[in-house]
């Protein structure tokens, strides 16, 4: 049995992302942007649009375009025909389309539309570089490791679909080009112009609370340390994968709060918070994942004695789907 319509456009969608990461994770590739630009913007118009198609329970009719056509009388008919290309086949809502459609209904978050504006600039203004500047290229990449948690956090929501084991965070910037100074680089009027255009999108006003961005600026910060007492985490399985040693400043700034602090916060977010069970079995299991959780010991070298759990504010959307977020 065939999986329902808009299942299939998530499944695309997940095929288009994880190539767009993919391209932007290649140690060596000059047309980086532009292309991690074009396959995002195609796998946010298909996850908009299995979007549509499951509010619609899958009627094909919602994601199609329909005209009306000239009468005898040299006026437009009231009935509206389908929409054929040139290969005879029915056409589909474009990318523009699809999100209006999803903002109209209220299912469309601001700082998402406004990444994806500031996406669309990017494809749509690649013409006018051949090689972007380092101060561009961080711009794109802010813009593109924000679309990423963006589309995850989406997929999850809209579709239960949990793509963090799939989806890599975009590779830093730091290891994509030589960090020069990005601030004195020379660029053209062109180029000049899209930069400032980028910058206005991310300083219009959105809410600071919510769980998607505009833009990701994500730093690494390489550190002489005794590696006795440095803290070690990789986030990826591949043991072929870089490495990064973060000190206890670092890691304080990544897993801040405490078990109190998380109680505070989910007491903030939600209506139907409890500290109970419930939560406790709940939040052991998140604390297991690295990403989520950090365990300190009095002594971090033979992990013994009293032992600490730290949390990253991020722990918070995972429970999302277990409890009723405040509106």
């Not at 209006?100 to 494809?123: F, K, Q, Y």
């Not at 995850?152 to 084991?165: E, G, I, P, Q």
């Not at 002489?224 to 206890?248: H, M, R, W």
């Not at 939040?283 to 992990?303: G, T």
Request: with cysteine; net charge positive.
């Amino acid at each position: 049995m065939r999986p329902p319509l808009h299942q299939r456009f998530v499944d695309k969608s997940q095929a288009a992302i994880t190539a767009a990461v993919e391209v932007y994770n290649k140690p060596a590739f000059s047309y980086r942007e532009e292309t991690f630009a074009i396959l995002a913007l195609n796998a946010w118009e298909l996850l908009a649009k299995a979007k549509l198609l499951k509010d619609a329970d899958n009627d094909v009719r919602v994601i199609r375009v329909y005209e009306s056509r000239e009468t005898k009388t040299g006026k437009k008919s009231k009935k509206q025909y389908l929409r054929i290309n040139a290969a005879g086949n029915a056409m589909t809502i474009g990318f523009v389309r699809s999100m209006v459609r999803l903002e109209e209904g209220g299912s469309m978050p601001a700082e998402v539309a406004l990444n994806l504006r500031a996406l669309v600039d990017i494809r749509d203004n690649s013409v006018h570089y051949v090689t972007p500047s380092a101060k561009l290229a961080q711009l794109a990449q802010e813009v593109a490791a924000a679309s990423v948690a963006n589309f995850a956090l989406l997929a999850k929501r809209w579709f239960t679909r949990d793509l963090s084991r799939v989806l890599n965070l975009v590779l830093p910037l730091s290891f994509v080009v030589v960090p020069a100074d990005a601030a004195a680089v020379v660029v053209s009027a062109d180029e000049g112009r899209l930069i400032q255009h980028l910058r206005a999108l991310g300083s219009e006003p959105v809410d600071r609370n919510s769980d998607y961005s505009v833009a990701v600026k994500l730093q690494v910060k390489l550190e002489k340390s005794n590696l006795d007492g440095a803290s070690k985490i990789v986030f990826s399985k591949d043991p072929d994968a870089v490495k990064i040693q973060l000190t206890d400043e670092e890691q304080y700034k990544r897993f801040p709060w405490t078990y109190d602090d998380l109680c505070g916060h989910m007491t903030k977010r939600y209506v139907d918070f409890k500290a109970n069970n419930h939560f406790h079995v709940l939040r052991k299991k998140l604390a297991a994942d690295p990403r989520f959780a950090i365990v300190r010991y009095l002594d971090m070298v033979k992990k013994t004695g009293l032992r600490k759990v730290y949390f990253n504010p991020n722990i918070l959307p995972a429970f999302d789907e277990h409890y009723t977020k405040k509106s």
